[in-house]
């Protein structure tokens, strides 16, 4: 006979084994493939970051020069896409675009189609990797278009001799100095020590559901349009929009009483704390908040922080917030930062989307190579009704 267990949200279901990230939530660590989350923040570069989630190692010089040449080399996108891009309301969500673009890549790419060419075509490492050095190097571009159609300026192309980060604020004209026309090198720094942070969390809910996506054998592209649509949610990357929009209603310190009491009534949501896994601060916030000072020294402080630090003080000791251990998360402090950077509150669940791909692709070929890979599929329990006969219309009440 067999035994299952009814676990709606998958609190205790183990859905599979990995070697990508590990998570210690009592601790408050992170790593990616055994390499500490603070490390990798102050040394690494976003696509050495990405190389190491995806590929399992750090890269040596000559593997990150010829990784970072391809990503850069697919820093265009389909002139198809252009048209999509343009077809948006101009006060279209980006995250909605991005979701659209994704799924649109695939009709472009007919030969990443399974249900075209066979489940074999992503048995070869080769055909694997173009579509990952393609999405890599395409999403910053769309996100960047995506970005610019919201504001009405015409689309930017890539600058391949830039790098992965600079480019993309490149091409969104973004803290772009006098002196060489590049984005400020401490700000590009700030950006992507934000992208490395993001690239990747195990089994979250968009990760889980590229996996999910992967195990009917949709293409990867469609599969990839899934996990932003997951990650969009406030409860999930929609949370650094609805902090900004959080600390932007309650408006000043004197309010934060009444705020923290509606939490504890269950009118609201402190958005931005709490986590799934992590029972204490997530490592990732620490970083973040670090970063947020060093981004106001560069372009002063954004007055939304205060209200920010006033919420975690109170909260941190709070006896509603301690018996649940709910702490701040990696989008805590991530909207104050892309605010002070002059990012538009809508934009910034981009932020999240355009690095995590690094992670969504790692777990894509991940599962791929398992060879227990199966079609997901959960179980229910039925409480509906059993067995009755149809009733003509006429008959009904
Ligand atoms: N504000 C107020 N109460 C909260 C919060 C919060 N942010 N988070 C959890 N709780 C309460 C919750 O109501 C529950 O209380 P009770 O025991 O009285 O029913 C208790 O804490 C346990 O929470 P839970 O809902 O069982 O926790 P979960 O693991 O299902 O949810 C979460 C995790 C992240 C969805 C949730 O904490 C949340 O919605 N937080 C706000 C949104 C947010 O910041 N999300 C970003 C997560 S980190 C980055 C990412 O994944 O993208």
Known sequence: EVTRSYDPAY??????ISKISYIDGDKGVLEYRGYPIEQLAEHSTFL????????????NAQQLKKFSKKVMTNSTYHDGLDKFIKAFRHDSHPMGMMSTLMAAMSTFYPEANPAYVGANIYKGKQERNKHIYRILGAAPTIAAACYRHRIGLPLNHANQDLGYVENFLYMMDKHITDDDYKPHPKITRALEILFILHAEHELNCSTAAIRHMASSQS????????????????????ANEAVLRMLEQIGSKDKIP???????NKKKMLMGFGHRVYRSYDPRATIVKRTAEEVFSLVGKEPLV?????LEKIALTDEYFIK??????VDFYSGVIYKALGIPTEFFTVLFAVPRIAGWLAHWTEFLDDPENKIVRPRQIYKGYRTRDYVPIEKRE
Do not use: W
């Not at 609190?11 to 599979?16: G, I, R």
């Not at 050495?48 to 890269?59: D, K, M, R, S």
């Open 219 to 238: 293409d990867v592209y469609t599969s990839l349009a899934g996990a932003v649509t997951a990650l969009y949610g406030p409860r999930h990357g929609g």
């Open 258 to 264: 009444q705020f923290i009491e509606d939490v504890k």
């Open 324 to 329: 649940r251990k709910l702490y701040p998360n």
């Open 11 to 16: 609190m205790n279901t183990v859905a599979c």
């Open 306 to 310: 205060e209200i920010a630090m006033e």
């Open 48 to 59: 050495e970051t990405a190389f190491l989630v995806i590929f399992g190692e750090l890269p």
